[in-house]
């Protein structure tokens, strides 16, 4: 019997297939500037309303 | 709750669990029952993912602490997204590129037996009293606001996720974590919508101007609990440590048909994760609003034990808090519309005087319910076991939505509880088959069927020992605390071990050993010298920095002592 599937592909290096990233690099930029963003937006409305 | 309340509630919560153990029913794959389907997309990782993180205590109890405390416990989640970018990047890929099932199982590869062992171990005993608290706590809640028998409702919700749980593995909790999701985002944004009809235009400004919107403070303070720079760094860590290391989540993201589809389970969860806790805390920055506007607000939110005792004996003491809180109240209220008028006038001189008396109010009035808290505390010993922000939302819940949107809002609370409890049960039942019963029954790890077999009821064991221990914990009170807290003070080693292991190539299994001991000692040493003087005690989200350092440290110091000699497998 065999106990598991064999390693997966070498995927590490594959492009991320989300519309506008070419890489994986691309797409945690953008979820790092989307953090910034959201930090920045708590601030603001810190300062609107507290 | 009436007939549509129980119709909906015992329709979603079943149907889910039906649908969920009838579609797995013949998982008999070990990859399958451990990783799940291999067709499983990013939108099921990512809810997965989410639902596993979020107990019932996030969405029963969180609003109530905004209410209480404001909403700067947000800062607490700005490390998560920091984090997540990191286990993609490498965690992941190096998990999916040696096909393990568990993350322990990585570190038998990367150093050796008695490491791995010591990171299951670890995993296997805080993650298995954890798991009776996460029935524990919110049945104790709903069980006390809703007349139910604390016992049965904790037997039956541990059955419920043992059922599923076992029968389909992690494929069973990948499905019936999506639909749960989608039950609880369906249910919290009714209860958002319902709570904003209630309330004037300026409740933002009035939330504001008693202090419950302070989302972000940048004051450099060790000391303070919530500031951006805790959230940042204590919460990148701690976030690192639990999503990296920590079995229940590992498991939720490692399957899937390829790498992107993990990685892109864990970037909506970067993404979402800030906005939905906002969600969450501004919704119980506006409750605290709306009862202040409300004529009759209790002093207590646990009004079953409040009237019991206000029935008894001491009846006379409870009625004179009552009154005392009344009064105030009203006062409270006069100093809210004055407030109200200043700001709307646009004189900044007098708005600043109607929110300093405002202020001074609140202040009085929250005196009042410490008072009724201690007293209530002190006439019935049962009432330390929940804070009485527990149940600010269930409260709002029960007296003010209309009925089936109730029954609907008791699912999101089973639903959460169900979530997280059976992503805690695949995961101890994982760990516990891969990385203890295979050390000890090597030849065994061969025959597939018997390790579906062995996982499926290590599973159930979990589950039953999770119930039997949180039928125990209602009989001793404190041991909740003591368990958070040991849980809390667990995790720094052991992201220290795999920090190590991904990024010092040189170090052996034998130096990250010792060293995640030594780390751990000096862990509980600042901790216990914090609570011995109290003077020196920092956040607690500064153990994790520190302790992942320490790790690292000494391993590095002891790999040179140690030099290169071989290492041996335990």
Known sequence: MTMRPPPEEPEDSAPPDVPFFRTWGGVYWFTFAVFVAVVGALTLFTRAFA | MNVIDWLVLLGTILGIVGYGTWRTRHTDNLNTYLKGNRSTKWGTIGLSVMATQASTITYLS?????????????????????????????????????????AYEYLGQRFDQKTRLLGAGLFVLQRGLQAGITIYAPAIILATVLGWRLDLTIICTGLLAIVYTVTGGSAAVNLTQKWQMAVIFGGMVTAFVVLVTKLPSDALHIAGAMGKLQAVDFT????????????????????????????????RYIGGARLREGRLGLMFNAV?????????????ALLFVFYQLQPNTPVLFNQVQWQQQAAGPQGATFRAI?????????????????????????????????????????????????EARDTLQAADPAAKKT???????????????????????????????????????????????????????????????????????????????????????????????????????????????????????????????????????????IFFFGKAYPAWEIGYLWLNPIGCAACVLFSLGLQVLLGDRTEKNI
């Open chain 2, 62 to 102: 969180l609003p109530g602490v905004a209410s209480e405390n404001g909403i700067a416990f947000i800062q607490n989640y700005f490390g998560l997204p920091l984090a997540l970018i990191v286990v993609c990047a490498v965690f992941l890929p190096i998990y999916r590129k040696l096909g393990v099932y568990t």
């Open chain 2, 220 to 251: 450099p303070d060790p000391k303070l609990r919530y500031t951006v720079w805790t959230g940042i760094l204590g919460g990148f860590f701690l976030s690192l440590s639990y999503f990296g290391t920590d079995q229940s989540q590992v498991q």
């Open chain 2, 272 to 284: 979402l994760k800030i906005p939905m806790q906002f969600f969450i805390v501004i919704l119980g």
């Open chain 2, 322 to 370: 009552e009154e005392k809180h009344a009064a105030l109240h009203a006062d409270k209220q006069a100093k809210i519309r004055a407030w109200v008028a200043a700001h709307d006038s646009g004189d900044t001189k007098a708005e600043a005087t109607a929110r300093a008396a405002l202020t001074a109010a609140q202040k009085a009035s929250l005196t009042v319910r410490n």
């Open chain 2, 387 to 525: 804070k009485d922000s527990d149940y600010v939302f269930i409260s709002f819940i029960l007296t003010q939505l209309p009925h089936g949107v109730i029954g609907l809002l008791l699912a999101v609370m089973f639903s959460s509880a169900l979530s997280s409890k059976a992503g805690e049960l695949n995961a101890l039942g994982t760990t516990s088959t891969i990385d203890l019963w295979r050390h000890f029954r090597p030849l065994a790890a061969h025959d597939e069927a018997r390790n579906v077999r062995v996982a499926k009821w290590l599973t159930a064991l979990w589950g039953l020992f999770a119930i039997g221990f949180a039928l125990f914990v209602s009989f001793a009170e404190n041991l909740i605390e003591a368990l958070n807290i040991v849980a809390s003070i667990f995790y720094p080693a052991l992201l220290g071990v795999f920090v190590v292991a991904f990024f010092l190539k040189h170090v052996q299994g034998s130096a990250v050993f010792w060293a995640a001991i030594a780390a751990q000692i000096v862990v509980l040493a």
